[in-house]
């Protein structure tokens, strides 16, 4: 199950930076935020220290320290470079990795809201994600979704509106839910109870409404699914009937029970009740797929 669930009209490139966030959005989640930038960046600084290093190898050699120093004063004034933009180099790694989560807390904060951490979610609402995202699973992975069997097009606007909208809700609900059993956990008097119990209904209903949702998904991947095992079984008999020549000549020439050959004849029947029952499942998930996107075409 993907951790984090991203509203799909964030731009891909940033979609995925909020993915790849997930540590940085658990940094945060206990205080974490990240240090001022410094006023110059790792890349100037390296460009200052060769840029520096050259110049004062550049005084000092004009100086004429080499003329009548010894070879050891040419090794130091390479050396002093040297070491500089190595100890500049060392110093990268971490200065980049700090930027890195420094952008990547930026884009959490700006997309606020357009993200779902699944760790967000309660136990029961975790459980129902994850049913959802298998359910889409089936239908994005399908050799008939690959082969343009369903509308695949509008399967990957569809699926993804659909794990969004889902996982928010879920969102929703379990922080609501525990600021509920939180109050409730600390007693009522007997007029908050009567308020309390009809919003603990409340939630109850949104849950079984987004049940709602994810079983219309398990319907449509259950249809996909049926097809799938047509599509794979109408390739293998044709397959088959591709060599049943070879098989009845293989019957013929040794002699076999004669019995064998009517049952590779049947082969052709076969693929013609497969192909049948491929456009029967097919239709029946275009019907499950009209169903969760009651929409118009685009």
């Known amino acids: 199950m993907a ?3 991203v509203d799909p009209g964030v731009p891909p490139e940033d979609a995925q930076l909020l993915r790849d966030g997930r540590p940085v959005l658990a940094k ?13 960046s790792p890349t100037h600084y390296r460009a200052i220290a060769v840029l520096g290093s050259v110049s004062l190898f550049g005084m000092l050699a004009g100086l004429g320290l080499g003329r009548h120093g010894s070879g050891l004063t040419y090794l130091v004034l390479l ?76 399967n990957g606007v569809m699926l993804p509106a659909q794990e969004w909208e889902i996982a928010r809700l879920l969102a929703k609900l379990s922080a609501l839910r525990a600021k509920h059993r939180e109050t409730v956990s600390r ?38 699914a049926d097809a799938e095992r047509a599509y794979l079984a109408h390739h293998q008999i044709e397959e088959l009937r591709g060599r049943l020549h070879q098989y009845e000549e293989l019957v013929a020439e040794s002699g076999a029970d004669g019995f064998a050959v009517p049952e590779l004849a049947r082969l052709a029947q076969d693929a013609d009740r497969l192909e049948h029952a491929l456009r029967r499942s097919v ?16």
């Open 3 to 5: 951790e984090v669930v």
């Open 28 to 40: 945060m989640r206990r205080g974490w935020t990240p240090r001022p930038r410094r006023t110059l």
């Open 79 to 154: 050396g002093i470079p040297l070491m500089i933009v190595l100890l500049v180099r060392n110093g990268l790694p971490e200065d980049e990795r700090a930027e890195h989560e420094r952008r990547v807390y930026e884009q959490l904060r700006w997309y606020e809201g357009r993200y779902v951490l699944t760790g967000d979610l309660d136990e029961s609402s975790a459980r129902l994600l994850a049913r959802a995202q298998r359910a889409i699973a089936t239908v994005t992975a399908s050799r008939v979704n690959a082969e343009g069997l369903l509308d695949d097009v509008r």
């Open 187 to 224: 007693g009522l008097t007997p007029e908050v109870e009567a308020v309390a119990s009809p919003l603990a209904r409340a939630l109850d209903s949104s849950e079984e409404a987004v049940l709602g949702r994810v079983e219309a998904l398990e319907r449509y991947a259950g249809n996909v």
């Open 283 to 298: 239709h029946a998930a275009h019907a499950a797929f009209r169903h969760l996107d009651p929409g118009p075409a685009t």
